[in-house]
């Protein structure tokens, strides 16, 4: 049995920060607890949800939106912009080479697919060490019909291993470092998406990636995760999720007299743990246990 103390179950907001005098929820947090906004100047970058908006189980979930020109900090420079919380560095739960689980739900308001010409190459979801670091796993949509290989086509969000592509120079020859096909944008648009992901982040190969949708495994990797190891700003690979688009030249080179679509997202029940048990959503509610609320 494992030590309550590594129940990592990551709250949208504790009762201490998210309940009102009255008992009501407050839509007014700046971020979930225990994350900070990343690189997100933009007020109407992060809420909790409103009433009649989607949410998961509980209360509430969190709503994600980006819009044409916002960015902050060295996005503003860099063809991308964003609307993401990252997981403070004492609460950075992850170490290189250490098992860990977690498990959240994910809801596509609006975001549609692109050609590969147009693609912004959104991020739903990236683990890194911090800094100029690439991203250790990221959750990437493609360009809809592009050609990398690894499972079904339609399926333009996939896993991409950024930091170990970079690192060890696969290149086209090891894809790029996308490893597995999750599901497809599209079909996630207006409806939750459960996700699920086991993985321990190392260096070597003894390294390990599973990953299930809607209770459907859809990856399976085995091989090097990470290879920046550098603990100068966290202690293993930091965890942010929102939107981050990264490739706003695409769309202005073929679009310039047209405005970036606004992007909306929500997330909801994301949590970590030491075991499926604890992070599956579809367990938790068979089991008859609470939501993160």
């Given at each position: 049995m494992m030590s309550r103390a590594f129940l990592l179950t990551i709250l949208i907001c504790t009762l201490s920060a998210c309940m009102t005098d009255t008992g009501g929820v407050s839509r007014n947090a700046d971020a979930p607890n225990g994350y900070l906004r990343n690189l997100m100047p933009h007020a109407h970058g992060f809420r909790y949800s409103i009433e009649s908006e989607p949410v998961r189980a509980g209360l509430v979930s969190e709503r994600y939106e980006v819009r044409d020109g916002d960015c902050g900090?060295?996005?503003?420079?860099?063809?991308?912009?964003?609307?993401?919380?990252?997981?403070?560095?004492?609460?950075?739960?992850?170490?290189?080479?250490?098992?860990?689980?977690?498990?959240?739900?994910?809801y596509n308001q609006n975001i549609a697919s692109y050609p590969q010409e147009i693609a912004f190459g959104t991020i739903l979801g990236q683990?890194?060490?911090?800094?100029?670091?690439?991203?250790?796993?990221?959750?990437?949509?493609v360009g809809r019909g592009?050609?990398?290989?690894?499972?079904?086509r339609?399926?333009?969000?996939?896993?991409?291993?950024?930091?170990?592509?970079?690192?060890?120079?696969?290149?086209?020859?090891?894809?790029?470092?996308?490893?597995?096909?999750?599901?497809?944008?599209d079909q996630a648009r207006g409806r939750w998406t459960d996700i699920v992901m086991n993985t321990n982040f190392s260096t070597g190969n003894d390294g390990y990636l599973r990953i299930w949708v809607n209770g459907q495994q859809r990856c399976d990797y085995r091989g090097p995760i990470s290879f920046e190891t550098s603990t100068a700003l966290y202690p293993g690979p930091n965890h942010r999720r929102g939107i981050y688009v990264g490739h706003t030249d695409r769309w202005d080179a073929v679009r310039p007299n047209t405005s970036r679509p606004t992007l909306i997202t929500f997330y909801d029940e994301f949590r970590i743990g030491r075991e499926r048990a604890e992070v599956d959503i579809r367990m938790i509610e068979q089991a008859g246990l609470q939501p993160v609320d």
């Open positions: 900090g060295t996005d503003c420079t860099s063809n991308g912009y964003r609307s993401e919380v990252r997981l403070s560095p004492q609460r950075t739960q992850a170490r290189i080479g250490e098992d860990i689980w977690y498990g959240w739900s994910f683990w890194k060490m911090g800094g100029p670091a690439a991203p250790s796993i990221m959750f990437v949509q592009e050609a990398y290989r690894n499972g079904n339609s399926h333009d969000v996939v896993v991409q291993l950024s930091d170990a592509n970079e690192g060890l120079g696969w290149g086209r020859a090891r894809n790029h470092g996308i490893v597995c096909r999750l599901f497809s944008i």
